[in-house]
Structures are given as structure tokens and as C-alpha cells.
């Protein structure tokens, strides 16, 4: 890691830290808190919207790396600027509409239509500034859509989804430096130098929650990054491999619910990871353990990365299937041995 990169991350953490600092006494003091309910897995008050300070850590780590490229490249560097600009936009832009459902004033209705049309507007700019055409754009959208509301399903736990961001936007951030896109780098490097100022107020006895706003703008900014790299030509197994294990929850448990007759759209608490931790592990170690799965995936599509979509790196992609068996198999074995030890001998 070069200096730059190191101060993009440190700068994001710092300025994650200290927003957090800051904004956290003043959301608990506006009444934006968390209370617990039949479908929480915390047990007390906790602030939500803890977001806003990521978003405060992500946005002046891109002004530095913005700074950055104008003062060693002059006037060459502002073009460079666009980019960042625009993914600070979308993300804000995101992390408003959260911020609306933390404070209970935008219907579900209203959320919804304001991230189709935000994810519209990012695919038409990424066709008309690229080779991709419109399928590719409404493909986008709706991968846009979805990613962002994965990310808010599974931020149910403390350190989940920070946790997850450092190794999702770390991996893109390797990809990036791989395939020579600087600027992609340093954006991935800022969001996860942002997840890591947020992780010591989120883990444990959490201080603050992401809230729809962290959620929100998080998912907007792999959206994005996933994107990006996707036009630069990366393969898709390589974008996807941190992401597959959310969309697998998400998926798997949207299919379930459908099947037993359950109403989708209300609140539940049946997801694999929700799974887990009711049947006896904490939050930090459900936390942890999808992180492992999500940077060993990550490393078995290396060879992917390194050589391509070829014959010989097929069983690493197989080899998938059986994290993601793993990973659904974990609730029922800890409930049978749970069962196992409440029966006296």
C-alpha cells in the first residue's frame, strides 16, 4: 500500500471517528434511537442513523484523494474529479432517502420510487459515458436496487455489515489497484477506512447503529464501485465473490418465506445470520464468521482474476456451493446440539 492509499484510509477512519463523536450525542438527544421490539436482536435503546458519520468519513477522505490528484497533476487532475464527485452524489443522495425511513417521514412506497430513480439515472449517465448499451442499463438499475436493500436486510447485527464493507470494499479496492484504476482504488479505500472508524462504536454493547442512512448509502457505494469495475472488463465472479454470501441470505430467505405463504414485506427475523445468533452465538462472532466466508470467496476467484473466465478456474467457483451449504447448514446444527444438550441424561 502506497502512501496515498494509507492516507485515504487513515483519514476516512479518523474522520468517520470523530463524526461519530459528534453526531451520535446529538441523534440520541433528537430522539433517533433504535428501541427494541419482538424482531430486534439488541436488547437496548441504541441510536440508529449512525450512518451519517461514514458518510462524513467516505466524503472527506474523497476530497483528500481529490486534492491529492489536482496538486500532482494540475489541471489534468480535475477531470479526474468528476468521477468522485458523482459517487459521493449518488451515495448522499442514497443515504438521504435512509435517513428518511430512521426518521419515519418517507413511506416505503416513496423510498422505493426514489431509489429506482436514482439507480436509473446512475446506469443511463454509465451508459451514455461507456460502450454499454440500454439492456446493460436496466440491468444495472435493477442490480442497483437490489444491492442497496441486501445491504439493509442484513444489517442486523452489530459489526455485520461494517464488518462485511471492510472486506467487500477491500477486495474492490485489490481488484482496482490490479487492473491500474487508481481512482477506484482510493474511492473502495475510503469506504473502508470510513467502516473501520464506524466498526469500535457498532461492535458489542453498540453505541450506534448504521440505520437505514449507513445501510443505505453503503450499499449505493458497493452498487457503484461494482459497477465500475465491471466495465473495466473485470469478470463477474470476481465482483461478486464478497456480495455472494448477502445475496444468498437475502435470496434464499425471500424464496422460504414465499413458499410458506408469509408475507414478504413484513418484518421477520428468519434470515441465516438472524438464525445463527438466535440459536446461541453472539453478534461478534456471526459477524466474524461471515466475514471469513466473505474473504475466503473472495480468494477463490483469484484465479479468476489472474487468468479469467477459463475451464481450469471452475472448481474454485464450485467450491462456492459448498461455503454457501455451509453457511445455510450453521442454524439447523446449532439448534441440534442445542437440542442435544437440553435433553437430561
Not at 442497483?144 to 477486495?171: K, P
Request: contains cysteine; proline residues 4%.
Amino acid at each position: 500500500m502506497d502512501l496515498q492509499s494509507l492516507l485515504i484510509v487513515v483519514v476516512a477512519a479518523v474522520a468517520t471517528a470523530l463524526s461519530a463523536l459528534i453526531t451520535f450525542p446529538l441523534l440520541r438527544r433528537a430522539g433517533i434511537v433504535d428501541v427494541p421490539s419482538h424482531r430486534s436482536s439488541h436488547t437496548q435503546s441504541t441510536v440508529r442513523g449512525g450512518g451519517i458519520a461514514i458518510g462524513c468519513g467516505i466524503t472527506v477522505a474523497t476530497v483528500v484523494a481529490m486534492i491529492w490528484s489536482i496538486i500532482e497533476h494540475g489541471m489534468f487532475g480535475v477531470g479526474s474529479i468528476l468521477l468522485p464527485i458523482g459517487f459521493l452524489v449518488l451515495t448522499w443522495c442514497y443515504s438521504a432517502i435512509g435517513m428518511s425511513d430512521d426518521l419515519d417521514s418517507l413511506r416505503p412506497a416513496g423510498r422505493l420510487i426514489g431509489q429506482v430513480v436514482l439507480a436509473l439515472i446512475f446506469s443511463a449517465t454509465i451508459a451514455m459515458f461507456s460502450t454499454q448499451g440500454l439492456a446493460h442499463a436496466l440491468a444495472f438499475a435493477v442490480i442497483g436496487v437490489t444491492t442497496v436493500n441486501a445491504v439493509n436486510f442484513v444489517d442486523g447485527l452489530n459489526g455485520y455489515v461494517s464488518e462485511w464493507t471492510i472486506v467487500t470494499t477491500g477486495w474492490f479496492a485489490f481488484v482496482g489497484a490490479w487492473i491500474s484504476e487508481n481512482d477506484l482504488t482510493l474511492l473502495a479505500l475510503a469506504v473502508a477506512g470510513a467502516a473501520i472508524g464506524f466498526l469500535p462504536f457498532n461492535l458489542g454493547r453498540a453505541k450506534a447503529f448504521l440505520g437505514d442512512t449507513g445501510s443505505y448509502g453503503i450499499g449505493a457505494a458497493v452498487f457503484v464501485l461494482a459497477v465500475w469495475l465491471f466495465v473495466q472488463g473485470v469478470p463477474i465472479v470476481v465482483i461478486v465473490a464478497p456480495m455472494i454470501f448477502v445475496f444468498f441470505d437475502v435470496g434464499l430467505t425471500l424464496v422460504l418465506r414465499l413458499f410458506r405463504g408469509e408475507n414478504i414485506f413484513l418484518p421477520h427475523r428468519e434470515h441465516i445470520y438472524q438464525r445463527i445468533q438466535q440459536a446461541g452465538w453472539p453478534h461478534g462472532a456471526v459477524s466474524l464468521f461471515h466475514a471469513a466466508l466473505s474473504v475466503l470467496a473472495c480468494i477463490l476467484s483469484v484465479p479468476t482474476l489472474v487468468g479469467g473466465n477459463t475451464a481450469s478456474t471452475y472448481p474454485s467457483h464450485v467450491f462456492w456451493v459448498f461455503l454457501l451449504g455451509l453457511y445455510a447448514l450453521v442454524p439447523l446444527w446449532l439448534r441440534k446440539r442445542n437440542s442435544a444438550e437440553a435433553v437430561p441424561t
